[in-house]
Every structure is written in C-alpha cells, then in structure tokens.
C-alpha cells in the first residue's frame, strides 16, 4: 500500500530552527510537495522537489532523496505566525497526491 | 485575480438527504479536485477531473458524484448523507501543463450530517 509518515505534533521556540520529516512509500514518483495549512483554512503550496536535494525559498528549505525515500521541510527564524500544520505530499506513478496526516508546528515565545 | 471558492462554507444536515456542495475556480484550470479531510488522516482524495466531461473516481468516492459541465465547476453530490461524512471537504484545481502542477485549494466546506 502507500504510505506518508510525518510526525503528529512537534514545539518549537520563536526564532529557532525547526525540521520536519516526512518518509514516504508509494506507487511511483512523479514529485513531493509540502504544503502549509493554519488551522480552519485551506492548505497553501509551499515547496516542490522532483531531484534529490535542497530547495531553499527564503525562511523556508525543502530536502528530497528518492533512494531514501525520505524529505524533510526546514524552517528557519521561526515566527509565532508559523504555527500551522504541515502537509507532505507525493504525487504517485497516476499523479495523483498522496497525502500525510500532517505535523502540527507549535510556536513558543 | 483569479481564485477558488466553495460553497456553502458551513451546512448541517440530516441523515438521508442529498446534499450539493459546488466549486466555482477562476483559474481555467483543466485539473479539478474533491477531498474529505478528517483529524488523523491525511487529505483523501473523493473525485477528480481533468476536464469538461471527464470525472474519475478517487480513494473514497462510494457516496458521492460529481458532475463537470464547464470549465470552472465541478459541484459534489451527497446521493444520501451519511453520519460518517461529516467532515471539512476542500475543492482544488491545477493547470496540469506545467511542471510543478501544484494543486491550489479553496476554503472549505464544513459539513455535518446529523
């Protein structure tokens, strides 16, 4: 079957560093996608890897290695606004997303 | 600026009655998308379409149709609510040509079936 494992829940403090990890088993890959999604509102994009490797966009980094079957979602200098979940996705051999439960980040002052 | 809504955003209804939830997308995306989201699971994917008068089933669609006459709808139909589809279901659409084709979602609708 496939399958996305990310952690349920994880803390951090404001203006730290925080790594969330997401490992994957699917039917193909066409592509991991991380999505950010505060709570009552709709997921938003955030991040794309289809290479192994790092993709950085600002605050934000995203990591892949297909052999590994791994990712992970880096944030740095932490805001109190980025208190949310974190959704990673893996587009399958029928690109179509599947999707993670979710790592709800937690924001300490 | 070109946008997804839903509507409506919140519904209670009763067990047994069909229920209509519609997307409108502004986008003139080809790709359209229905998930139920649920505390545990990940986004679970209902029906999809990649075009006007294209529809497939999803992971979880006994219980649900839906229906794409045009380009920027694809309304989903509750045949018979059911207790155990009450739930937050979000509607998306991506262009499908591109080369990150990331879906782009639209508010939400709460429904609960009584």
């Known amino acids: 079957g496939q399958n996305i494992d990310q952690p349920t829940e994880m803390t951090a403090t404001e203006g730290a560093i925080v790594q969330i990890n997401c490992t994957y088993q699917?039917?193909?890959?066409?592509?991991l996608f991380w999505y950010q999604q505060h709570a009552g509102e709709a997921p938003t994009f955030l991040s794309y890897?289809?290479l192994d490797g790092l993709e950085e966009k600002g605050r934000f980094s995203s990591f892949l290695s297909r052999s590994k079957g791994y990712s992970y979602l880096l944030l740095k200098e932490l805001q109190m606004k980025d208190s949310a979940s974190y959704l990673c996705?893996?587009?399958?051999?029928?690109?179509?997303?599947?999707w993670g439960a979710g790592t709800k980040l937690i924001i300490k002052p | 600026d070109a946008e997804i809504t839903q509507s409506p955003r919140h519904k209670i209804t009763e067990t047994g009655r069909q229920v209509t939830l519609a997307c409108h997308q502004t986008?003139?995306?080809?790709?359209m998308f229905w998930y139920r989201q649920d505390l545990g699971h990940g986004l679970r994917l209902i029906h999809y379409?990649?075009?006007?008068?294209?529809?497939n089933k999803g992971e979880v669609s006994d219980g649900y149709s839906v229906s794409r006459s045009n380009t920027e709808d694809l309304p989903l139909t509750l045949e018979s609510a059911a207790s155990s589809q009450t739930s937050v279901y979000f509607c998306?659409?991506?262009?499908?040509?591109?080369?990150?084709?990331?879906?782009?979602f639209g508010p939400g609708t709460r429904l609960t079936v009584l």
């Open positions: 996705a893996v587009m399958d051999s029928n690109y179509q997303l599947i």
């Open positions: 998306a659409s991506s262009d499908g040509s591109g080369e990150v084709n990331e879906q782009f």
């Open positions: 699917t039917s193909g890959f066409n592509g």
């Open positions: 379409s990649y075009g006007v008068h294209d529809t």
């Open positions: 986008w003139n995306h080809n790709n």
């Open positions: 890897n289809v």
